[in-house]
């Protein structure tokens, strides 16, 4: 079985509404974080979430924006609120690898590639 | 912010020949880790490369950490189709007083058999 899942994989949304993304992760980790990658671009740091405290985000995300949650060691979501077009990424969540692989830092789900219409 | 500087963007060879990419950063990276993105997939951690002047070999991939731990290169040797994707550097940087990944834009290289 994957070690980190998502959910949905794939979603195509109207503009002005919400999605929220899960990551499921096999293993307890202190932290997870999600990063966006447009297309054919590189990953792009949102924010870290820890469990028992608010996520940092990074210069130019905001919590009205990708509200996220972490109820546990195991799971995380990510809200993309008031979607637009420019919205349109793929949205991925990792965890530090190395609680998981020794010797592999950082672990990435699938991914979910959202379509802003 | 901090930014990852990696080239090229883009490279296209014939089956067999050899492929570079690199990456620099202004300030001292803690670490350099290298990832590849195939087609429609997500990026798979590659290695990491820590001490000043580190090289690691992964059988034709060869990996380099710059001594004053600002840049690095990966380097195949006689590409195969399977090497088709975008190989990715990310940098580890301290900001604010903790640590954070930063990745470059990535070279996506094609292999023309």
């Known amino acids: 079985s994957a070690v980190i899942s998502q959910k949905p994989s794939r979603d195509i949304c109207q503009r002005g509404t919400s999605l929220t993304i899960q990551c499921q992760v096999d293993?307890?980790?202190?932290?997870m974080f999600w990063y966006r990658q447009q297309p054919g671009q590189s990953l792009t740091l949102i924010a870290t979430?820890?469990?028992?405290?608010?996520?940092?985000?990074e210069s130019g995300f905001v919590i009205d924006k990708f509200p996220i949650s972490r109820p546990n060691l195991t799971f995380s979501t990510l809200t993309v609120s008031n979607m637009s077009p420019e919205d349109s990424s793929i949205y991925l969540c990792?965890?530090?690898?190395?609680?998981?692989?020794?010797?592999?830092?950082?672990?990435f789900g699938p991914g979910t590639r959202l379509l802003v219409l | 912010g901090q930014q990852v500087m990696q080239i090229p963007q883009y490279q296209h060879v014939q089956e067999g020949e050899d492929f570079t990419t690199y990456c620099n950063s202004s300030?001292?990276?803690?670490?350099i880790q290298w990832y590849k993105q195939r087609p429609g997939g997500h990026p798979v951690f590659l290695i990491q490369?820590?001490?000043?002047?580190e090289v690691k070999k992964q059988k034709r991939l060869t990996f380099q950490f710059g001594e004053a731990k600002k840049n690095s290169s990966l380097h195949i040797t006689a590409t195969q189709t399977t090497d088709v994707g975008t190989y990715f550097c990310a940098g580890l940087v301290v900001e604010g007083g903790s640590e954070k990944l930063v990745f470059g834009k990535g070279t996506k290289l094609t292999v023309n058999p």
């Open positions: 300030t001292t990276l803690s670490n």
């Open positions: 293993s307890q980790v202190t932290m």
């Open positions: 490369l820590v001490k000043s002047g």
């Open positions: 990792s965890v530090d690898g190395w609680r998981i692989r020794p010797g592999e830092t950082q672990y």
């Open positions: 979430a820890n469990q028992g405290s608010e996520a940092t985000y």
